[in-house]
């Protein structure tokens, strides 16, 4: 009879599709865990996996996948339940995001208004939310990129111009505005594949039949600004990281410019997300106020007024 120590490691072979490194992330021998999944896909009936070239999740794999993780998730929701009923410590968060530099703010807020509830932060992409959502791995997600499945709820956040940074001395860098156009031959600094910043300029040149020229990948945004600061090439920045990593005339930031994008997409639109069915923790309830409650144009918490949505001024037009 398969068991809950079956189930975890039939998720992640399920979530790498590949028996060595699952193997080596739950430290167990690989002939052990392939033996593992065989007698469950006896015990079940049917192959979970086609074994042609590289290890696939086959149809009824991925049924039985999404069973299993709703299964795991209810039963870390029920311990989680039982240690808030019976009063066994403050609590945990867990908090899901794709940067967390738009998120120091609230976060702050919170620690200092709840000091002994622990907080447990996730870097991740949005393509894997809605996994670590369903199996409630994770409480709250915050994605730059719509993530479109069921199960979901969510709540938008704030929607913000992303435009393009420089070094200051760059030919671009006393422009008020440019097109996708005039960058098709600029080297840029991005983030890797699956970061909602890749997403979108991969989009945007795509939109105008064009490939962006990409000279460096990182993974967060005040890297991408201290690299173009260093001259290695431009890169799309969001208005809101600008306040934190560039200043025209700043001595203590990058010595970055930041320049309007002349096109109506070029923006992100940033959402907060939890499960629909997943019973959230207090700790969980009360980060989710937070954060919804901030008010992201002054980043500080709400006063006595409604939270609104904010748009950064634009450069005047030349």
Known sequence: MMDLNTLKQ????????????????LHIAQPSLSRTIARLESELGTPLFNRSGRLRLNDAGKLFRDHVERSLGEL????RAVA????????????????????????????????????????SLAEDMTRLLRAQDVDLCVASQPIHAEGLKSTPLFDEAVGVGTPLDHPLADRTSVSIDELADQPFVTAREGHWLRRLLDRLFAARDLTPKIVCEVD????????????????????FAR??????????????????VDNPDCRRRVT?????????????????????????????????RPRTTPEPARQPQA
């Open 272 to 304: 907060l997300y939890w499960g629909a069915d997943s019973h959230l923790p207090t700790a969980a309830r009360l980060m989710r106020t937070t954060i919804t409650n901030w008010d992201w144009n002054t980043d500080g918490p709400q006063t006595q």
């Open 76 to 79: 870390e929701a029920g311990r």
């Open 220 to 239: 967060e945004l005040t890297a991408i600004a201290g690299l173009i600061g260093a001259g290695l090439g431009i890169g799309l920045v969001p208005s």
């Open 84 to 123: 808030e009923a019976g009063n066994q410590g403050p609590g945990t968060v867990r908090l899901a995001s794709e940067t967390f530099l738009t998120l120091t703010g609230p976060l702050a807020a919170y620690k200092q208004a709840h000091p002994s509830i622990e907080i447990e932060l996730h870097w």
């Open 243 to 260: 306040h934190f990593a560039f200043a025209r005339h700043s001595t203590t930031r990058a010595p970055l410019t930041w320049i309007a």
């Open 10 to 25: 039939f998720m992640v072979v399920a979530r790498l599709e590949h028996l060595s490194r699952a193997a080596d992330e």
